[in-house]
């Protein structure tokens, strides 16, 4: 079965500071992955997803997150925060196979210090 | 365009009660998801429509609850006989065709809270 794991229910940065959330999957098959973004109050925004097409994946607002097999991880990354950043982050697993449901993993709180 | 939307947006009621919660993906897509969101569980799935396949129902925690699907649109989730733990953001998300890479689009959640 697949899940994933968040390292940093919250994570702390300074406006301007590298922005890094950690996510390592577990899975069996070829994974597909995503990187979903909730601001308060609203549903769930894509940001990026892998589909094995390239390692690098390039999202929305800046961010970027790259799949590493060997780590079995896909971080999320972007180079510099903004206040508008500020959200809650949430790495999930698509399941191959039967109902293609997403898989969650339990999400990073970020806040942007001014 | 539209996107996923969901109503109502609030639904506040007494432990022992049915609540419909309801879903209009967007137009043209044939896949449709109901997850719910806890401080406990965090993002959970709970059911799946996929055009005329018969639902994936792997996700619902007990045998209150119940959905369907009507016209391959609009979506209902019920809840019967409601008790606290039940308390939960409930969103509603749709794909195009609901292959493993199809990005699911969310709507904005029923906020339920049980009495």
């Known amino acids: 079965a697949q899940s994933v794991t968040q390292l940093g229910s919250h994570v702390s940065v300074s406006e301007g500071a590298l922005v890094l959330l950690r996510c390592n999957y577990s899975?069996?098959?070829?994974?597909?992955l995503f990187w979903y973004v909730q601001y308060p109050n609203q549903g769930l925004q894509l940001l990026l997803k892998?589909?094995?097409?390239?390692?690098l994946v390039k999202g929305i607002n800046g961010f970027e997150a790259e799949f590493k097999k060997s780590e079995t991880s896909f971080h999320l990354t972007k180079p510099s925060a903004h206040m508008s950043d500020a959200a809650e982050y949430f790495c999930?697993?698509?399941?191959?196979?039967?109902?293609?449901?997403?898989?969650f993993g339990k999400g990073t709180k970020l806040t942007v210090n001014p | 365009g539209a996107g996923v939307s969901q109503s109502p947006s609030n639904k506040v009621t007494e432990k022992g009660k049915d609540v419909e919660l309801r879903c209009d993906p967007i137009?043209?897509?044939?896949?449709l998801y109901w997850y719910r969101q806890s401080l406990g569980q965090g993002l959970e799935f709970l059911i799946y429509?996929?055009?005329?396949?018969?639902?994936?129902k792997s996700g619902l925690p007990s045998d209150r609850f119940s959905a369907e699907r009507t016209g391959g649109s609009v979506s209902t989730l019920t809840i019967q006989r409601t008790q606290q733990e039940d308390s939960a953001v409930y969103l509603c998300?749709?794909?195009?065709?609901?292959?493993?890479?199809?990005?699911?689009?969310f709507g904005p959640g029923t906020r339920l809270t049980v009495l």
């Open positions: 999930a697993v698509s399941v191959r196979g039967g109902s293609e449901k997403l898989v």
């Open positions: 899975s069996s098959v070829p994974p597909y």
């Open positions: 429509f996929q055009g005329n396949s018969a639902p994936d």
């Open positions: 892998y589909t094995s097409a390239a390692t």
């Open positions: 998300a749709s794909s195009l065709s609901g292959g493993a890479v199809d990005t699911q689009y």
């Open positions: 137009s043209g897509h044939t896949a």
